[in-house]
């Protein structure tokens, strides 16, 4: 089982910026893939961005650029850092971790862009 707590949400006015954490714990295997999800009201959850355990990244194209995915791994969290943040990006965002299928999921945080 792997546990993934998120932190980092909020309101921010266009332009701003948010950091967002995703800690895991319990059984982290040493090849995954790591990433951040988004719902908003009346959407399906798409794919931000994610960062394997090599270190790949990749990110859907509205985001890049402005978005930027990391990872510490002593800390085994990946960050979300997100610039100049656009009312489009509000959404709920889900940390996940996958490893061979198995997939795992944390509790979301509200992100939302507004003046």
């Known amino acids: 089982q792997v546990q993934l707590v998120e932190s980092g949400g909020g309101l921010v006015q266009p332009g701003g910026s948010l950091r967002l954490s995703c800690a895991a714990s319990?059984?982290?295997?040493?090849?995954?893939?790591m990433g951040w999800y988004r719902q908003a009201p009346g959407k399906q959850r798409e794919l931000v961005a994610a960062i394997t355990s090599g270190g790949s990244t990749n990110y859907i194209d509205s985001v890049k650029g402005r978005f930027t995915i990391s990872k510490d791994n002593a800390k085994n969290t990946v960050y979300l850092r997100m610039n100049s943040l656009k009312p489009e990006d509000t959404a709920v965002y889900y940390c996940?971790?996958?490893?061979?299928?198995?997939?795992?999921w944390g509790q979301g945080t509200q992100v939302t862009v507004s003046s």
């Open positions: 319990g059984s982290i295997f040493s090849i995954y893939t």
């Open positions: 996940n971790y996958e490893h061979y299928g198995y997939n795992y």
